[in-house]
């Protein structure tokens, strides 16, 4: 790692962890906020009941998450993606179609440049977007969202955009796609209700182990080199 | 009171998280900028970026903007905005907000009238999903160090981080591909049934087949056109867009009985494939 390098990354932490943090007393704003201006506080046992099953459901995929989109997206890409959410349906494929298409790789700087454009770019659209069809189409899109026509289309937006952005992956990786697609359809088989952190959790190391087989000659000395270094 | 949730105070606080939002993407977008400018990468390519993620972001923020106003029915406007604009995800806030209704009595298919209700949901949909932003910071750099320092290491340990990188995004594409191959979403009844509202089908499967097909045919079109390469950033969207046009397209082509095939029957008890 380059000097420069180190100082940029140091950096990047430093900043994301300001804004993160700030973000935190921001999002504590909006429910005391609310329940300020409505004079209307929830009772604890009630808030209790519900985070009880929350919890449990979103804090263990949230260690799952981090563990998996920071070395995809990046430092500053994956601070930005947490504050603004919607990760693995946009921010994600985003960065990643960014990088592709600017052939550089995650965790370089380049990498660290182009995914953090492209989230943050992708975070103001999204911003934008939302906040004109509130304002402006709230009317015309509550209808278009209803009408069976374009529900079609809202509803397809995943599959349109995980095939669209595999095939570009798939091109070039043909043989490292069997493992993870089979592997996904047959935990899907089992618990057709799986959340897509966990099942993207479980692919993603299926696909690794795809990759460690078919990659045998690559990864051996790599492996080697990092056992010696451990010892 | 009967207008609480789209009250001026509402919007107010609205604004500022928008504003909070602008701010921060603002700050990471110049300094990014500013290196990527040290690290001489070409201000063709920093355009390309803008330019492909803005097209890239449309359509599954139409999507976002559809589930605000699905949210909109019991929450009023404003408190899905913001849940959407900050941390939100289409899964988790239909959820949170089901989850703490279905504690106080109510679900998303009534408007909630009660402010204590209101603001119950507000603080169930904002404590669930906090917790990233506090442990974040303690492991992200730690993280990146570690698996940076491994495949950036020398050349050998280059080419693994490449086909590491690669294995995980086919991975994370996997996941999503199953879920439009044989995946489905459940709600659970107050009776405790687990109840399908979404299954994949045949009109999913037939939207990734045709997103596939158009990108690979569009990817083949800019690598022959001598125009190729500027056109290149567009192709994605595009496909994307095409696809989802396809799948309305089938809808109304296709007898009800083929393009209306789910997996798992919308509304009935979830019985596995297995």
Known sequence: MKNTEKNYFDKVHVWGTVWNYIALVVMFIVPIGISVLLKSWPTLSVLGKVLVTLIPLYWVTAIVEVATYVPMLGAGGTYLSFVTGNISNLKLPCGLNAMENAKVRPNTEEGEVISTIAIAVSSLTTTVVIAVGVLAFSKVFSSASSNPTFAAAFNNVL???????????????????????????VMLLISPTMGVGILMFITIVASIIGALVIYKADF?????GLSKKNK | MENFKSSTGMYAIALLIIAFIVAQSMFFIIKSWKHGKELGIKKETLVNTVTSSILFTIAPAISILVTVFVLAKALGIVLPWIRLTVIGNLAYETVAAETALNNLGGSLSSEITDPVQFSTVAWAMTIGAIFPLTFLPLVCKKLQKAIGGAVNKDEKSAKVGDIISASAFIGIISAFIARAINGCSTQTSTDGIKLVTESSGFISISTLICAIILMLLFTLICKKASWGAKAEPFAMPLAM?????????????VPADISGFTWYTIGEELKTLL
């Open chain 1, 159 to 185: 599959p349109a955009l995980f095939g669209a952005l595999g095939a570009s992956y798939f091109i070039k990786h043909w043989k490292l796609a069997f493992v993870p697609v089979i592997t996904g359809i």
């Open chain 2, 241 to 253: 867009f095409c696809a989802m046009g396809f799948a309305v397209l089938l809808t109304k082509v």
């Open chain 1, 220 to 224: 051996g000395p790599f492996l080697k």
